[in-house]
């Protein structure tokens, strides 16, 4: 496989298993980790220590291991989680210990025949490019070392000494930490039913660890090791979700929390089966940390973001940041700024106080536990933010790239859509369209699949799956 197929997208390197995703090139992304961390650039905790996890695809422990045996060649010390876990828990293991690095085998919510690599920083965040462009550099530069036939502590001369790889429980700390950053005592005594639905990811039963001698009677789904989802990809979206729908309106559950593949987004439903989507999560978790916790800080959002934040963090008279997509993005801004809370469309959100990354897990618990403050089931929760700060419909479909030689910018052509007129543009990432109304159409290839996805967003359902109609429509003749 040619070094320029293997490219760190939006979040990691991700590729088809047997064709992409083979063994020989993990040993070679690993290799490139690896003469990156050797190199001439400081270490910000003395000698390097990388953690090592994977979560519950096809094959992922074994991805782990070969990754892990190329690193240790190199003599970098390495601990390898002795079980699949969530990224978040990867991430706050190498802030925690005060780690060099973390690599994260994982395809988070790509369908079951993707795996993938991700790279954490010694902060716990996302990877940036001046990360991830060095190691794609680095794929040329020497072959992955291969497992020694025999590991003896003389090393022969001139080589780096062999570093150790060490299989550590990495659940204890993490649950421990988000035990002492939730309001414990409110949630003990609270009586609410809760649905989790870890849609056969690494999300696991922490959130019921977390819980413990709390009375919220918990119960889960799809939480059993199924490589194959069920025939779905691991994405928190509605069309996803039928059999949790059902599964609501059956038990009478008064929440429903959806984690993704490795459990660093998340979704919810309320009441009767009525989707929260990551939109209004982000929001309710503003005024959740704003008004109750009277915690203060900026909030961050990406240019897909929905308006409802803008209004919201408009009235609290919070600062507004937006960044492309990619939670990298809001990773540096939370480690340069004072941020109380950034969020993405896809569901992944970060908190102040917390790593510079997202985590589903913590933001399912702030939804309890603001359940507890505001003493009201989830769904009047929700009445009561869109009644102040108004409803959006926001709607995104995926199409597989027909042409390969679509321009994004020709899209910028577009002067009027359904009657109203382009007011504004942005072109920093893809090409967002925005009317006179507010509403606004966009259009952006994805950074880990051959797709181009169409967003749009207004006041109307109706608009907003015209608005989708229209982009698709307009990706034929532009």
Known sequence: MPDNKIKFGTDGWRGIISEDFTFYNVRRVAQ???DYYNGPRPTPHGPRKIAVGYDTRFLSDRYAEVLSEVLSENGIEVILSDSAIPTPMLSFAVRHKKLTSGVMITAS????AYNGIKIKTSSGGAAGVEVTGEVERLLAKSPSRQVSAKRSKASPKGTRPLGKIKKADFTGDYIKFLRGYIDFGKLKNAKFKVLVDVMYGSGNDFIARILKGSQIRLEFMRSERNPSFGGIRPEPILENLHPTVARMKKDKFDLCLVLDGDADRIAGL??????????????????????DRKMRGGVVKT???????????RKLRLKLYETPVGFKYISNLMEENDILVG???AGGMGFKGYIPERDGTLAGLLLLEMMCHRRKPMIKILEDMEMEFGRYYYLREDLKIQNPKIKIQNFKK??????????????????????????WLMFRASGTE?????????KSLKRSHRLIEFGKHALHYI
């Open 303 to 313: 240019i897909v973001g929905t308006n409802l934040i803008d209004n919201i963090t």
């Open 109 to 112: 919510h790509n369908p079951a």
């Open 414 to 439: 577009i002067k009027r859509i359904l009657g109203k007129d382009v007011v504004e543009i942005k072109d920093y990432d893809g090409i967002k369209l925005i009317s006179s109304d507010g509403s």
């Open 270 to 291: 309320a009441g009767r089966g009525v989707f929260i989507s990551p939109q209004k999560i982000l929001g309710l978790l503003t005024l959740h940390l704003f008004q």
């Open 450 to 458: 051959p797709i181009i996805r169409v967003y749009a967003e207004s």
């Open 343 to 345: 969020g993405e469309e």
């Open 32 to 34: 490139a980790i690896a």
